[in-house]
């Protein structure tokens, strides 16, 4: 059974989903902060939500119920106004998600809303952090932070880290470094664009890791 989405009872499959996770913890509990991306012709999904759990199997036949989602969650252009995620099966490389809601339009104004539901099978993938600076290929552990936000109405705390280390705070020039293993770029593998002080680059280390990112402030 293929993947879709119907809105107000019109539906359409999805050509393809990801659902991507990283650790975070809300209150105290462990867990990850998960994006669940779908899209098919002119459909869009977007979906962030936290959800508790040790590892991401964990997340198998979780329910999580979303009464203020706020902008970390939409569809086709369209803010969801509440929002239920039922997980079925869930590992390392793959998902099952069915979605249930409604969504409303972006004016303010309008108390128009539709109904929302999708049964989604996606691939799963831990998001990567830096883990070595992308300047001299120093470590990043021990600068780690803690940041707190919000994601899907919920307030999380995420471990971060810059993708440069202290003492090149501010470097602005093409990467030297693979942020994920610290091998040495070759000039040919970075591929950058500068623009009004601001530098994106993308790059493909030795081992086979391709990061891209944006360096420099506007």
Do not use: K
Not at 15 to 22: D, T
Not at 36 to 45: Q, Y
């Amino acid at each position: 059974m293929s993947s879709y989405v119907r809105i107000d009872g019109e539906g359409a499959d999805l050509v393809s989903a990801r659902l991507s996770y990283r650790r975070a913890s809300a209150g105290g509990r462990a867990g990850f902060v998960i994006h669940l991306t779908g899209h098919g012709g002119r459909h869009v999904v977007y979906v962030a939500a936290w959800a508790p759990g040790e590892t991401i199997a964990d997340l198998s036949g979780q329910t999580i119920t979303i009464r203020e989602p706020g902008p970390d969650c939409a569809a086709n252009g369209r803010l969801f106004a509440s929002l239920v995620i039922r997980f079925g099966r869930v590992t390392a490389d793959r998902a099952v998600v069915s979605l249930d809601g409604e969504v409303e339009d972006l004016d303010p104004r309008s108390t128009a809303r539709a109904s929302f539901e999708a049964d989604i099978r996606c691939s799963v993938e831990a998001t990567v952090e830096p883990a070595h600076c992308l300047a001299c290929a120093a470590p990043l552990a021990p600068h780690a932070t803690d940041l707190d936000e919000f994601v899907g109405g919920t307030r999380v705390r995420l471990r971060t880290t810059h993708v440069t280390c202290p003492e090149h705070e501010g470097f602005a020039s093409e990467p030297r470094h693979c942020p994920i293993c610290g091998g040495t770029y070759d000039v040919s593998a970075v591929h950058s664009l500068s623009e009004e002080g601001v530098l994106g680059w993308t790059a493909d280390c030795p081992n086979g890791h391709t990061y891209s990112g944006q360096l420099g402030e506007a």
